[in-house]
C-alpha cells in the first residue's frame, strides 16, 4: 500500500500520475523525449536499457521490469537476456559503446561527480559522441529520480514478470505522452 491514499489502484508511476496530473505532463514529456525521440544516435533499445539499468541498481522493481520489457522489446531480445545484462553487463553481448555508456551510467547513479574523465574517454574511444553522453548521464539521472518517486511513496508493482513483457509493445506503441494506460 501507498504511503499516500493515490485515490486509484493502478501500479507504479502510472497511479503516481494519475494522483497528480499537473506533474504528469511534464515528467512524460521528459521520458518520451529522452525515451523515444527519433532524432537520436542511440536506438530506443539503447535509451531503455540505460534506464532498466540505472533502474537495477536503485532497486526499483517496477521501473527495472517496465523499461527492461520495453528494452528487450525494441533489442529482440528476451526478459532473462535483460537480466543477464542488468547482473553483468560487462560479459554480454551488447557493444563496447553501450558497455561504456552503462559504465557511466553506472556512476551517475552513486552521484553525479563520480563520473570519471577517464570513463567519457573510454566512451568516446569506443565511439560514443558527446551528445550519446549527455543522454545516457541525463537519462541515468532522470530514472534515478523516478525510480525515488516510485519507491518514495511505496507504489505497488505487479510481481509476475511476464506482465510487463506482454505490455510491452502496446508501450512501445503508445509511447510516454499519453499517459493514460489501458
Keep these: 500500500m501507498a504511503h499516500i491514499n493515490l485515490e486509484n489502484d493502478l501500479p507504479g508511476i502510472r497511479g503516481l500520475m494519475a494522483y497528480s496530473p499537473e506533474t504528469e505532463k511534464p515528467l512524460n514529456l521528459l521520458a518520451e523525449t529522452l525515451l523515444r525521440d527519433d532524432d537520436n544516435t542511440l536506438s530506443r533499445g539503447d535509451r531503455e536499457l540505460i534506464g532498466t539499468y540505472v533502474s537495477y541498481l536503485n532497486d526499483c522493481f517496477f521501473c527495472q521490469n517496465v523499461h527492461g520489457a520495453l528494452a528487450g522489446h525494441y533489442m529482440g531480445c528476451n526478459i532473462e537476456e535483460i537480466d543477464a545484462i542488468k547482473q553483468d553487463f560487462t560479459s554480454t553481448e551488447i557493444s563496447p559503446k553501450m558497455k561504456a555508456l552503462l559504465a557511466i551510467a ?9 563520473v570519471t574523465e577517464e570513463q567519457i574517454e573510454a566512451a568516446r574511444e569506443e565511439g560514443a559522441t558527446d551528445k550519446e553522453i549527455h543522454d545516457t548521464v541525463l537519462i541515468a539521472a532522470s530514472f534515478c529520480m523516478f525510480n525515488r518517486y516510485v ?32
Design 106 to 114: 553506472a556512476r551517475v547513479q552513486i552521484g553525479g561527480k563520480a
Design 151 to 182: 519507491d518514495g511513496l511505496a507504489t505497488w508493482a505487479p510481481q509476475d514478470r511476464q506482465f510487463y513483457v506482454n505490455r510491452a509493445p502496446q508501450r512501445a506503441e503508445d509511447g510516454y505522452i499519453s499517459s493514460v494506460f489501458k
